[in-house]
């Protein structure tokens, strides 16, 4: 059986079974408000009730507010009872007070609280078998359209969310090209790969020349000169590259006291310091240059770079939304499949979507 037909023919069951349902709550309701009618006649009756003359009067005292407190407690309970549902939800009340009725009151009207506990027992029983009949006779809301519908409006809200999507990720790659014709044009890439090229040369000529100098240090400090230039070699070799005349000076005239392989590196450093100094000066200021250019184009990419960054967190908040509804489509499915199973059990039939 088609669905659309399937959910006709459970209608029209639904609807002779409300009428039966009707029939049964209107049954019930009409022997409740009988035997609500009998409970109070029975409390009226016990709350006139006096206490036998006999009984000590500090038990009597306890009777009567006893009496009291359980008679109120009963009407008010049975005050709020109109229906056979309302009666459903006070039973927990009316069980509480089926024995919470106080001792010395049940051993002086002993026959009067039986009598009203055996009625409030039978209103439970009532409620029982009310509930039974229902369950047999009524039928569930599978409210099925409801969830075809809401299936429906899930999918399309998944399609649009994921349109949504489609479009940023699109805005995305644009700037992204954006960024990377920006760059190209200003000759990022082979900027970056001189100012390693130049940043790691510049690295080897220190290095050279401070490898140099510090070879001369344990001489030079051997031989107590106490002069400045001296003093700062001893602590930094980098001294050679900061003052290189100073230093050069300083090597030409201690020259004549070294020996060995000393005298071979101080003839370097005075033969080469000058220049090689030199041309690491110039290739700071030119590795300078190089960073400040790139710097300056990397600053003109940051705008992009925020605009991308925004587009990505819009991606995000989309994709987290389609998760979301994809969970809640699930649920739908779930709900629907579970439906469809007992609409074929009510109907007897198997159900096509």
């Not at 109109?82 to 089926?98: F, I, N, S, T, Y």
């Not at 409006?153 to 699109?170: A, G, V």
């Not at 044009?185 to 970056?192: D, F, I, N, T």
């Not at 100098?213 to 031989?223: D, E, G, H, T, V």
């Amino acid at each position: 059986m088609k669905l659309e037909q399937a959910l006709e023919e459970y209608e029209k069951k639904r609807k002779r079974a409300e009428k039966e349902v009707e029939k049964i709550r209107k049954k019930y309701n009409k022997r409740l408000e009988k035997k609500i009618r009998e409970v109070l006649k029975k409390i009226d009756a016990l709350e006139k009730k006096e206490v036998p003359k006999k009984v000590d009067d500090n038990i009597r005292k306890i009777v009567t507010a006893e009496k009291k407190n359980y008679v109120t407690a009963l009407r008010n309970a049975l005050s709020s009872i109109d229906d056979m549902d309302e009666l459903g939800k006070r039973l927990p009340d009316l069980a509480k007070l089926h024995v919470g009725h106080g001792k010395y009151l049940l051993i002086i009207f002993e026959k009067d609280v039986y009598a009203i506990n055996r009625l409030l027992k039978e209103l439970n029983e009532d409620y029982v078998s009310y509930y039974n009949e229902l369950s047999k006779k009524g039928l569930p809301d599978l409210r099925l359209k409801e969830i075809l519908r809401e299936e429906e409006e899930t999918r399309e809200h998944i399609q649009q969310i994921e349109r949504e999507k489609q479009e940023l990720e699109r805005k995305l790659e644009a700037k992204r090209e954006e960024l990377n014709e920006l760059y190209s044009r200003h000759g990022l890439r082979e900027l970056e790969e001189n100012i390693k090229s130049l940043s790691s040369s510049l690295r080897s000529a220190e290095m050279e020349v401070r490898s140099k100098a510090s070879k001369l240090q344990k001489p030079i400090k051997r031989m107590r000169l106490h002069e400045p230039i001296a003093d700062e070699l001893i602590k930094d070799s980098g001294v050679a590259l900061r003052k290189p005349d100073e230093l050069i000076s300083l090597l030409q005239r201690i020259y004549p006291r070294l020996e060995g392989k000393y005298k071979k590196t101080a003839q370097w450093l005075v033969e080469n310091l000058k220049e090689k100094s030199e041309a690491i000066r110039r290739d700071k200021e030119r590795l300078s240059e190089l960073e400040k250019k790139r710097d300056e184009i990397i600053a003109r990419g940051e705008a992009k770079k925020k605009e991308m960054w925004e587009l990505k967190r819009l991606i995000e908040e989309r994709e987290a939304e389609i998760r979301k509804l994809r969970r809640q489509l699930e649920h739908l499915e779930k709900e629907l499949k579970d439906g469809l199973a007992k609409l074929e059990e009510i109907l007897g039939q198997k159900v096509e979507r």
